[in-house]
């Protein structure tokens, strides 16, 4: 059984670890895993924005310079600078909107929460306004998944340690969320939220008594999007997990057999839905443990086995190849593309862009009720299949 001490609680993780109690003692139980190459890369734009704001330079300075994470090199792009100005600009908006200077900025300043010895983290950037306001911000690398700020628990941590280091004189606390790579119509890259020192107090009440939760020994795992969304490491081996993905077949079945979908109805769809996401992230997650045990371990895994992976043909040196070609071939050893919407209207111009661009209609998509988008009409007979084919 874990120790409480080797227990971690980070506000990133935060959302799993409210939700699911029994999760912090789980993960706790299985051995450390390495870094994605995403998650090395948003470390890296961490550092570029850092370096930036404490050096009072803007990111594409640093084009072409190499940050070092975890021992590999990661290279600051164009693009990566591009996005990353996004988050300098805002918080520069703020504090001269503010009347402030960089001086007064906070810059990757670590927390530890009063009270709450095993919560801490650190904070991308703060500064306190004179009109009494906590501003906090947050920067995401990330482009797959939509990061919300209302209610964010992981940021309401980042604003709990903001709090205390400024000594709880502040009023209310507007939170920030940069996420420039996330690029979807209607929603904005900047994103903000307000709460007040007073919600924060509860909110901080609520935490605790989560964490007093993970301490139990007993303390059950409850499977749900925080699984998926905080790529839980011990997603793959949760009893919790599997038994709510094998409760979408047949129970009096012994065997692994599923129903007939179009015997279904309308509610056992919606279950088997709700579960569908679930059951994809499990069996990819029990996939990487296999790897992790066969790979690391020796593992024999029955009906399967270790190949080595073939990759594509790539360049030893480009530049060297270049040399190699340039003079001979020109322009022929090159490919030309346009760049994307988003991009070249940076370039020309939003105006000059919108004229040329349009949203492709891709269809409907059936997606949860709490998911991003307005509901639209369907057409009628849809359900009247789902509802006419149950037996």
Known sequence: MASPYKMKFSPSHSKRWINCAGSARLVAEIPPQPSSKHAMEGTAAHELASNCLKLGQDAVEWVGEEIEVEEKLFKVTEEMAENVQIYLDTVRGDLEENGLTTEELSVE??????????????????????????????????????????????????????????????????????????????????????????????FKGAVQLAID?????????????????????????????????????DKDNKSLVFPDPAKLTPEEVAKVLEASSLIAAWAKAVRDHAERQAIDLGVNIPGYKLISKKGRRAWIDEMLTENEFEHEFGDAIYDKKLKSPAQLEKVVGKDRVKELTQIPDKGLELVPEGAKGDAVAAPNQVFKVIEQTKN
């Open 109 to 202: 300043t670590k927390f530890q929460v009063e009270g709450i010895a095993c919560l801490k983290g650190t904070n991308d950037a703060s500064f306190s306004s004179p009109m009494g306001k906590l501003y906090v911000y947050d920067y995401k690398h990330g482009a797959g998944t939509y990061v919300e700020v209302e209610d964010n628990s992981q940021l309401q941590i980042y604003a709990l340690g903001a709090m205390e280091k400024a000594g709880w004189v502040n009023e209310e606390v507007e939170i920030v969320i940069v996420q420039p790579r996330y690029e979807r119509e209607g929603l904005n890259r900047v994103r903000r939220w307000t709460i007040s020192k007073e919600d924060l107090t509860v």
């Open 213 to 249: 939760r993970c301490m139990d020994p007993m303390a059950p795992c409850t499977p749900g999007s925080w699984c998926k969304e905080s790529f839980c490491p011990a997603f793959g081996v949760c009893p919790a997990v599997r038994t709510k993905a094998m409760s979408v077949v």
